[in-house]
């Protein structure tokens, strides 16, 4: 069962920034080689970027029986800790000068919400999870439901 599923994908701004630029390549080569040049070089930037854009904005963060998924990447439910949520200065500071470089991150700068786990396993070297959110109070109210769901509250 699935209790939680969110997909950071791109602001439309950013495909925006990309039609633009897109268009200004096709421009400038449209005037110096034509059409015969200019029209696939600027399919090929706009696919490129679409690609690159889809990629990055892929990042699909999930609850369900087997854990806490972000990505690939999988915490079991029995090894969730203390978790936290954070926006505006407090986030900015979790992402910055408090982020401990042994801890797994999956951040997306145009996300300003980030939530904290602490993983639970001693046996673990990472301290804990950092992972932007767009809703990071329901992401810690289900992460912490879960984790009294398997009785390893703390």
Known sequence: MENY??????????????????ASVWVVYHHAY???????????????GAALLLTYG????????AGF??????????????????SGPAARAARGHDLDPRAFTALRGYVDG????????????TPYWIVST???ERLVAVLEAARQGTGTGE
Do not use: K
Not at 6 to 21: F, Q
């Open 58 to 65: 892929a990042l699909t963060i999930r609850v369900d029986d």
């Open 114 to 125: 980030v939530v904290r786990v602490r993983v639970a396993d001693p046996a673990d070297p």
């Open 5 to 22: 599923r969110e997909r950071l994908a791109v602001p439309v701004s950013w495909w925006l920034l990309l039609g633009g630029l897109a």
């Open 34 to 48: 034509g059409p015969s040049v200019s029209i696939p070089v600027g399919l090929g930037l706009a696919a490129l």
């Open 69 to 86: 998924r972000v990505g690939r990447a999988v915490l079991p439910l029995s090894a969730i800790g203390d978790v936290a949520a954070f």
């Open 134 to 136: 767009r809703r990071p």
